[in-house]
């Protein structure tokens, strides 16, 4: 079993580090399932939009700082666009454990894990439309067939806070643990990396093959969106009113 952690909050650094991970999983006969926890109280934090923007703080109203961070949010939203192409080609079995909050892209990508893990004491938040931008982690496909369009849209419309219980009644969560016992799902994971690769591997295709195609182009169409989104006055704001309340903190 391979297991990789996600840290507070995504960047491009941490893309390519992930990727490399799963590459040399994929290769590696040794390895049959790869779990996916976070790193301290949180699950992830969601993208780091702050670090497009550490050039640009000192100086948010001028030209240059304006594209300083377009340029920035490009290149960090092809680095997530390429995660999670990853994510969905990946061959073996995927288990998100999650340890605490999961925001934005923590819960996205959860459909595009086979198992998912939670804490009682995890949330999941995708506040995309208050910060003046758009889903993504082809969760525009993948939420309303979990969930249902109306269910889908309380999240990704409207920014609802899940909890634990909620996120595992509309689909995204496998099972719910107290978060004292949340350790006793590692032993399980092992048992499951025990299990024959090869026919792993074949059930996986079967079961996720039909989506994969599709995935691959919501995928390319969200960032697209994204892109776009990213140059929008409303998210140049939204992010920078984000950045200022963590500053207060």
Not at 156 to 176: I, M, Y
């Amino acid at each position: 079993m391979q297991t990789a952690e996600l840290r507070h909050c995504s960047c491009k650094g941490e893309y390519r580090a992930l990727m490399a991970i799963l590459d040399r999983a994929a290769e590696n006969p040794g390895v049959t399932v790869v779990a996916v926890t976070g790193e301290g109280d949180y699950f992830t934090a969601g993208n780091d939009f702050i670090d497009s923007l550490e050039n640009t703080r000192n100086d948010q109203s001028s030209a240059e700082g304006t594209e300083v961070w377009e340029k920035g949010s490009s290149s960090g939203i092809n680095s997530f666009r390429d995660f999670i192409t990853a994510l969905v080609n990946f061959p073996k079995p995927l288990v998100a454990v999650l340890n605490g909050p999961a925001v934005g892209m923590g819960v996205t990508i959860l459909p595009l894990f086979d198992l998912v893990y939670a804490s009682d004491k995890a949330t999941f938040h995708a506040p995309f439309v208050q910060l003046g931008v758009v889903a993504e982690g082809c969760s525009s496909y993948t939420f309303p067939r979990l969930m249902g369009m109306g269910k889908a849209a309380e999240v990704l419309l409207f920014g609802k806070k899940l909890t634990a219980k909620e996120a595992s009644d509309r689909g995204l969560v496998t099972e719910v643990l107290p978060h004292a016992s949340l350790h006793q799902v590692w032993p399980r994971i092992r048992e499951y990396a025990k299990f024959p690769l090869k026919t792993l591997l074949t059930v996986k295709e079967m079961m996720r093959a039909n989506d994969r195609e599709t995935l691959v182009k919501v995928n390319i169409m969200e960032m697209e969106y994204l892109k776009k989104a990213a140059r929008s006055e409303e998210a140049f704001t939204g992010i920078m009113n984000m950045f200022a309340k963590k500053s207060k903190l």
